[in-house]
């Protein structure tokens, strides 16, 4: 099935619009009796359209609470009309049904369609039915099953631009965008569950060096293999991050004061152990500083701190000679 519809009406009404619906061969049908048992189906499953009988009482209440909610309010609802009412009013008059289809369309109705079709039986209901109506019918449906599509598609387009967004394309890490949204979620997840996070920031040594000896393209070379090493040696549930230039954040999960110094000593490392091969021409050794912080109690729910005291003990492992690790916070047992 390309698409779902909950019919939402008296028996008679279910019965011959299921069997309508049906000859298309492109919805999964549901059904609800009652506009307050239709409101639990449509938050549970979401179904795409919504066919709706104008004379149950609660209908257009329904559309209104739908469209309220930006979660819901792309289903597409469609009020149907078999007989000249509106609850309990009738609509004989033309002035009565513009006024009808003025007042669903503005309780959120996406159409107000007056259709003469009998409640039949289901093998009376297409037989019975004029050709004119029926084709109405199923052009409103499949207008209702386009719009929903398109909406589909921009979200799903929309989600892919946010993802491209948040990744950086040079050395395919999240970038500093994405770390400025993960960091305060990280703080609050880790005083939720009372653990611990810590904070790497790291700085590749001399690196205008070797653009300016190599020129940007090595230099570019380099940022992609220092990025691959350190995504491909890390906890899968540490997070790497592109902060700008040749300068990298990891937040590290369930990791207090006194693991971290280790893990980024470890990292600094791994970087320098093994040169790295640029081209079968050239190979470079790299080395990178780290300034390493942990969350503690007063730090700011944002993690404006915690990223402070990181950079600035970054700022001392350059000013120190590079190639090392410097961490302020005290361990936590101590």
Not at 41 to 53: E, I, K, N, R, T
Not at 262 to 270: E, H, K, N, Y
Request: aromatic share 6%; net charge negative; glycine share 4%.
């Amino acid at each position: 099935m390309d698409a779902s519809i909950l019919i939402v009406g008296s028996d008679d009404f279910v019965d011959t619009f299921s069997s309508l619906v049906e000859k298309l061969s492109i919805f999964a049908i549901q059904v609800a009796s009652h506009p307050r048992e239709a409101m639990s189906l449509v938050q549970a499953q979401q179904p795409d359209l919504l066919l709706l009988q104008a004379s149950e009482l609660g209908v257009l209440d329904l559309c209104q609470q739908i469209k309220s909610q930006s979660q819901l309010a792309w289903i597409y609802c469609i009020v149907i009309q078999t007989a000249p009412t509106l609850g309990h009013m009738q609509l004989s008059d033309p002035t009565l049904l513009l006024q009808a289809e003025i007042q669903a369309l503005q309780m959120g109705a996406d159409a107000l369609l007056n259709l003469p079709i009998p409640l039949q039986p289901e093998s009376l209901a297409l037989e019975r039915c004029d050709p004119l109506v029926l084709q109405r019918l199923y052009a409103q449906l499949h207008a209702g099953q386009q719009r929903v599509q398109n909406h589909r598609d921009l979200m799903r387009t929309n989600d892919l631009l946010s993802a491209i967004a948040l990744v950086d394309p040079l050395t395919e890490l999240n970038n500093r965008r994405a770390f400025e949204w993960e960091l305060p979620r990280q703080i609050q997840n880790s005083r939720d569950r009372e653990v611990p996070i810590s904070l790497l920031m790291l700085d590749i040594d001399y690196f205008k060096r070797i653009n300016d000896t190599y020129g940007h393209v090595v230099g570019d070379r380099a940022l992609k293999l220092v990025s691959a090493r350190l995504r491909h040696n890390l906890r899968f549930y540490d997070t790497p991050f592109r902060y700008g230039g040749e300068e990298f954040v990891i937040l590290l999960s369930d990791t207090g004061a006194d693991e971290v110094g280790a893990i980024a000593t470890r990292i600094c490392d791994l970087i320098s152990s093994q040169p790295f091969s640029i081209s079968d021409s050239l190979e470079l050794t790299i080395t990178i500083s780290a300034g390493v912080s942990s969350l503690q109690s007063t730090d700011d729910n944002r993690g404006v701190s915690l990223l402070h005291r990181a950079d600035q003990n970054l700022l001392r492992a350059k000013a120190r000679g590079r190639n090392q690790v410097v961490l302020s916070d005290p361990p936590t047992g101590k």
